[in-house]
């Protein structure tokens, strides 16, 4: 698939970088020992200090754009801690803590809550099966959820109650994008004053069934359609700060798509941590709101 060419308009956007706040868990037990995914390979030999360079080179990325970080210690045993996107999904101050659907990552759950309640969130346990921030993202006022793998059709009913905003379901079809983080990504973290006026989307249309499809068209006519290419070498598991847009370097024809709509793509490889089945957006989990 090719890049929409640009308008001018689109060309000359001046985007607008957005203060943000992530939590990070460094992969210091980062190894591939099971299989919940299609990436992982537990026969495939994996690098934990090559996870940790790349992680600390994400952090190092943050950090240097002048956003907060805060960290939740890994703890051992639980490799896929290092995804802190699954842990929770955050607005306002208000934890919404994740429900893994495989036992082995259930442990991450309560770690992860715990953090919450000791940091100055408000935590709502949830009785139904969510990996957090993986399978829903926040496009305005609006809650994307995903299903088809992970998080069950439930949770996105429950998510709706816990946060009384409009929830969107979005069903995906090819199990390499598991979570909604891996298919589509938020470009613009706020929407309204001090933001754009209406926030925008990137997303893989192939990943998602008919359906879903079309509510992603008819909602996001400006939408940036990655190519196949580009989303399986996960592009779209990106940070965006309303400026810049943290992606993989081998999401060449995306990297092209974002500078056309005058965004400033940033160059993380994570190669070693999509061994694991994640990338720039499973690490990094967004906190909004809440306490110092």
Partial sequence: MSATPA????VTTERVQQHRRYLMCKPSHFTVSYSINPWMEPSRP????????????LYDTYIEL???????DPLEGLPDMVYTANGGFVIDGVAYGPKFRFRERAAEAPAFIDWFAANGFEVAEPVEVNEGEGDFLLV??????????RSTGDSHCEVGEVFSREVVSLTLTDPRFYHLD???????PVEGPG?????????????FDEHSQAI???????????SDADGSVFGLNSASDGKNVIISPRAKGFEAQLRERGYTPVLVDLSELLL??????CCTLELRGGTR
Avoid: M
């Fill in 7 to 10: 308008t001018a308009t689109e």
């Fill in 46 to 57: 994996t690098d934990t200090d090559l996870a940790v360079q790349q992680w600390q080179a």
């Fill in 66 to 72: 002048g956003h907060e970080i805060d960290l939740i």
């Fill in 140 to 149: 305005g006022d609006t809650i994307l959820a995903g299903t088809g793998f």
């Fill in 182 to 188: 891996t298919a589509l990504a938020v470009l613009d």
């Fill in 195 to 207: 933001g754009v006026d209406k926030a925008n989307i990137a997303y893989l249309p192939n990943a």
């Fill in 216 to 226: 992603l068209r008819e909602r996001f006519p400006d939408a940036i359609r990655v």
């Fill in 276 to 281: 694991g089945g994640g990338g720039i957006k």
